[in-house]
């Protein structure tokens, strides 16, 4: 069974094609949600991060918003954060992905890694798969999303790859801009074609 790594731009899908991933059937392993695991209070990687800088709210948690306006306002600071969090969530994506192969072999595992080529994550996975729309699209979702200024989200977008790049490296490329039920299709026929 293949090892699906599913990237794609800031805002344009991922959730919603690794959810009916999920629903089909598949292990999804989600690198977002291992990288909050990264911070929580007591890990030694949140103590190197407010050792670094004044970002935990009153009760010792990640102020996110406040690491945020840090890290992409200076490509140094968010270079430095991501050398803290991306060592533990890589080996955290291949301990969860090695235990659900050996546990359902015949069963796809995906992993969810927005920065899956940023972060130099793609040998992890042995195929890729690429969900994206329009700008405007992106955009749009993402400022309503994260309630965020045009320029907060556009210096978001500007910290990722050009979506085009990722596309042209996918195996698997997947429109997300019309109907969820025209997304999920597309889906179907990619995992179809994966087992």
């Known amino acids: 069974m293949p090892t699906i790594g599913l990237t794609g731009g800031i805002a344009?899908?991922?959730t919603a094609v690794s959810d009916h991933l999920?629903?089909?059937?598949?292990t999804v392993i989600d690198a977002d949600r291992l990288a909050r695991q990264a911070v929580l209070p007591g890990s030694p990687i949140l103590a190197r991060i407010a050792a670094r800088y004044d970002v935990l709210t009153p009760d010792g948690q990640l102020d996110r918003p406040k690491l945020a306006q840090i890290i992409f306002s200076d490509p140094a600071e968010?270079?430095?954060?991501?050398?803290?969090?991306?060592?533990?969530?890589?080996?955290?994506l291949q301990i969860q992905r090695d235990a659900a192969q050996l546990a359902f072999p015949e069963i796809p595992v995906v992993l969810v890694i927005p920065l899956l080529f940023e972060?130099?994550?793609?040998?992890?996975?042995?195929?890729?798969?690429?969900?994206?729309?329009?700008?405007?699209?992106?955009?749009?979702?993402?400022?309503?999303?994260?309630?965020?200024?045009?320029?907060?989200?556009?210096?978001?977008?500007?910290?990722?790859?050009?979506?085009?790049?990722?596309?042209?490296?996918a195996q698997i490329v997947l429109k997300n801009d019309s109907t969820l039920d025209a997304l999920y299709a597309q889906i179907d026929v990619a995992l179809h074609r994966a087992h």
Request: glycine residues 6%.
């Open 12 to 14: 344009m899908g991922k």
């Open 22 to 26: 999920d629903r089909l059937g598949c």
């Open 78 to 92: 968010k270079a430095w954060v991501e050398g803290q969090i991306h060592p533990f969530v890589r080996s955290e």
């Open 119 to 169: 972060a130099g994550m793609s040998d992890l996975v042995s195929e890729i798969w690429v969900v994206y729309c329009p700008q405007n699209q992106q955009l749009d979702r993402l400022m309503s999303r994260d309630q965020l200024s045009l320029d907060q989200a556009m210096a978001r977008l500007e910290s990722q790859w050009p979506i085009k790049e990722k596309c042209d490296r």
